[in-house]
């Protein structure tokens, strides 16, 4: 659809658009209904917030070596309600490492002398303010991304069977089938082959052949909040035990 190089100014460029639509050379957009675009809208957005809550808690993890609070070291996660109890202790003035390793819950007790080494560092009243900042920005996203997740699953209510038929997909959860919906919609008609479908999500091999000879060229360009997903969805497959997807 590109014009001839050298002619290129707004004006030819309007004219030959309106020339080929005219001939029925371009094939037209799909455009989903408009309950499909909100629900789009809605999901993407819950998407930026949970980017947002990782970067938080990348942040508070960052903060605590920073101060020699190891508990990356010893705990699964940065974020549960043990370290939670004991960043809170931390930010309240308490600093006694003993004291701070007894507030461990569940599995975590086992390892309370080695928490009581990680906590012996040397977490000032600087670090105490910002981690109050950042754990009371994390409790806002949790609320927000919570309200979003409820009102996405009630417009979702007429494709309950969609998201159910989704969700037994190995791999797949509830918000990636929210996630799928939204970006692909119900209506497959619009794909003439499920390749196309791949090749619209970005997630089909692109081809380059020059002189006879094909190179890899990796994936060819999607839609990123689709792709996202599904390559998500692709990797916890993988790690299911005893699936056909684990197996390949």
Known sequence: MQNVPGRKTDLSDAEW??????????????????????????????KTQVDV?????????????????????VASGVWSKSVREMTEAMISGERDS????????????????ELEEALSGHFGDHHAVVCRKVIDHIDHLDAAIAELTSEITRRLVPFEATVTLLCSITGVSQLTAQVMIAEMGVDMSRFPTPGHLAAWAGVAPA??????????????????????????????????????????
Do not use: C
């Open 207 to 248: 081809s380059y052949e020059s002189a006879g000879k094909r190179r890899p060229a990796g994936t060819r360009k999607g839609g990123t909040w689709l792709r996202r997903a599904l390559i998500e969805s692709a990797k916890a497959a993988g790690r299911t035990k005893g699936s056909y997807f684990s197996a390949q």
């Open 17 to 46: 658009l309106a020339d080929v639509a005219a001939h029925g050379m371009a094939r037209p957009s799909s455009v989903p209904p408009p309950e499909i675009r909100e629900l789009r809208e809605l999901t993407r957005y819950r």
């Open 53 to 73: 809550w990782n970067q938080q808690i990348q942040r508070l993890e960052k903060l605590l070596q920073d101060a020699g609070i190891k508990l990356s070291s």
């Open 98 to 113: 003993v004291v701070l390793a007894q507030m461990a819950k569940s599995r975590m007790r086992s390892e309370i002398p």
